[in-house]
Each structure stands twice: as structure tokens, then as C-alpha cells.
């Protein structure tokens, strides 16, 4: 079924890819959004995945487009050049600015940001070049895992990044910080839990208890290491199977951090096989301990999920910290 009648959107879509509004078309519903919604289209001859944001969150469509950028460069950042995992192409993205009739417009590595007008329509738009789904290779695992270490390995400036972050709809600051025990608990901790506790999520004393764990941080997050590339939001939903039967990665929050975050949270939901953690190490072996450390690191996206489901959650999150506090 098309979407018939959203002059509107088509208007978004051509306006973020940079194109005119008579090469938008076919647009129609797909499956695929969890805080957006999800359309197909023809633009400019190539069909596309669009994400839509019906009640804009200023930065949030950027962000994503900065994450898929900087991890799709992730293959080139290294030396020699390493085969990192796959992601879907940045067409073009239109976005709210500070909540205001401001939009940004990125196509390709140019970024403007130009007053808004009734061309744009107020809309957030993010247009991704389509990626067909496949079945998995039977190297599929091991491909995954030697792309994710190349990704990681690829690195970052610093532990944080110069985008807003986001988890679904959730803030997350992204400001840099000096050591990566310091953004784990002031950046990604305790922030989240401040909202997981607002919303009546987490048991009596959890924030007490979780400033006891962050001042233990710097003992327990492992050996130094320099900052990783991250996803940021690894978990089995988020990495497809390509028409290639290789991996893609899809919905990535992406900031400089510690490697650990990202396979800790391929371990808290499942989907991902032994096969793809044994390829992983064969490139870029995990420091001695790591096992100790992965519900440390899974701590954060339970504190995620407490703030936006409930649930147990927050009782599996107070568990956790009481365990390293």
C-alpha cells in the first residue's frame, strides 16, 4: 500500500536528500522503526528506507546519521586498511534544531543549516539507502565478529562524541571526558538512572547505591585502553543480514568508549553465537577479566530499559550495582 497524500513527507524526504520533490516517490510503510516511522521510497531512482519522526527530537535523526557515517569510515581508519561490519548508507537527513522551525540538512559530508520554511514542512526525516535482507553465509558469524573488532579497532579521538547521543528517544551526553570510568558513571550511569528513578523505575536507594559504584569505577571497568569505535546499542535486533549473507549493522548510537559496552550488550538479550566472540578475539583479543565485567557493562542498558519499559528492570539494575558496589 502507498502512502498517498503526504505531499508533506515527500517534501522532507526531497528536501533532506537534496533532490526535487518529483524524484520522491512510492513511498509505503515498512517495518523497522522502534521511536520512528518507517517508509520505503524511490528517490532519485534508488529506493530508500526513511525514518520519520511524526513528534521531532531535536538531534536525534542527526545523530544516528553522524553514527552511520563515522562507523561506515571505521575500514579506512585504520592501517592497513580492515574490513569493518557493513551499514546501511546516509542518503540524506533533515532534522529539528533546538526544538525550533530550524532545520539541518546532510547530504553526503556537507552539512548546512539553513531557517525553515514551509518547503521543509517540520518534519525529521532520516533517507537510508535500502538494504536488502538475506540469509546468513555460512561464514556469517565470523565475518561479524572480525568486522566488529576492525570497527573497534578503527578507534576514536577520545571517550565520548562532537553529537548529541541517544538511546531510542533518551538522552545520553556525549560530552568527552577525560578517562573512560569517568563518561561511564557521568555520562552514561547516572544520568540514566536520574530518569529511570523520575519515572518511578528503579527500588528506594538505587541512586545512593550506584554513587558508591561510580566512585569505584576506575577499579573496576579494566586495563586502560584507548577508546574504541562503539554501536552503542548492539543487541540482536540491530545487526542484519545483508543480500551478501555478510552482517550489517543498522540503528547505532555511536560514541568512543570502551569495547567491553558493546559485547556486553551482545550477551544481555542473546542472538549472537559463540562463533562470532571466538572471531572476534582471533583479531582483537578481549584484556584478562573481561568475563567479571560483563554485567558492569550491561548495567547501562538495563538502566535504559528500566526508564523506558519498567518492569524488572530496575530490580535487575539495583541487583547489578549492589554486586560491584
Excluded at 5 to 12: C, E, F, M, P
Excluded at 71 to 81: C, F, I, Q, R, Y
Amino acid at each position: 500500500m502507498t502512502v498517498s497524500g503526504d505531499d508533506t513527507l515527500r517534501r522532507a524526504v526531497a528536501w533532506a536528500a537534496g533532490v526535487e520533490v518529483g524524484a520522491v516517490g512510492d513511498l509505503r510503510p515498512a517495518s523497522g522503526g522502534d521511536v520512528s516511522m518507517a517508509f520505503t521510497a524511490v528517490v532519485d531512482g534508488q529506493r530508500c528506507f526513511v525514518k520519520h519522526l511524526d513528534l521531532p527530537v531535536p538531534g536525534l535523526l542527526s545523530a544516528e546519521a553522524s553514527s552511520l557515517r563515522w562507523l561506515a569510515d571505521a575500514g579506512t581508519a585504520t592501517d592497513p586498511p580492515a574490513e569493518a561490519v557493513p551499514l546501511p548508507r546516509v542518503v540524506g537527513v533533515a532534522d529539528v534544531v533546538d526544538g525550533d522551525d530550524t532545520h539541518r540538512r546532510r547530504v553526503g559530508r556537507v552539512a548546512d543549516v539553513v531557517d525553515g520554511d514551509d518547503t521543509h514542512g517540520g518534519l525529521a526525516v532520516l533517507v537510508l539507502a535500502f538494504v536488502e535482507e538475506g540469509r546468513p553465509a555460512a561464514d556469517h558469524d565470523e565475518r561479524l565478529g572480525r568486522g566488529l573488532a576492525a570497527m573497534h579497532r578503527a578507534g576514536a579521538d577520545g571517550f565520548g562524541a562532537p553529537w548529541a547521543g541517544f538511546v531510542g528517544r533518551l538522552p545520553q551526553p556525549n560530552d568527552p571526558t577525560e578517562t573512560w570510568a569517568a563518561f561511564l558513571g557521568s555520562r552514561r550511569l547516572w544520568p540514566t538512572a536520574r530518569i529511570a528513578d523520575e519515572r518511578g523505575a528503579l527500588p528506594p536507594g538505587t541512586l545512593e547505591a550506584l554513587e558508591g559504584l561510580i566512585n569505584r569505577l576506575p577499579d573496576l571497568v579494566g586495563p586502560p585502553e584507548p577508546p574504541s569505535r562503539l554501536h552503542g546499542d548492539l543487541w540482536g535486533g540491530n545487526a542484519m543480514v545483508g543480500p551478501d549473507g555478510g552482517p550489517v549493522l543498522v540503528d547505532p548510537a555511536s560514541y568512543g568508549g570502551h569495547r567491553e559496552v558493546d559485547l556486553a550488550m551482545m550477551q544481555l538479550f542473546g542472538g549472537f553465537g559463540p562463533a562470532v566472540f571466538d572471531a572476534y578475539d582471533e583479531v582483537f583479543p578481549r584484556a584478562d577479566g573481561h568475563t567479571d565485567r560483563v554485567a558492569l557493562y550491561q548495567l547501562h542498558p538495563l538502566l535504559v530499559h528500566a526508564a523506558m519499559f519498567g518492569g524488572g528492570y530496575g530490580r535487575r539494575a539495583r541487583a547489578t550495582i549492589d554486586r560491584y558496589a
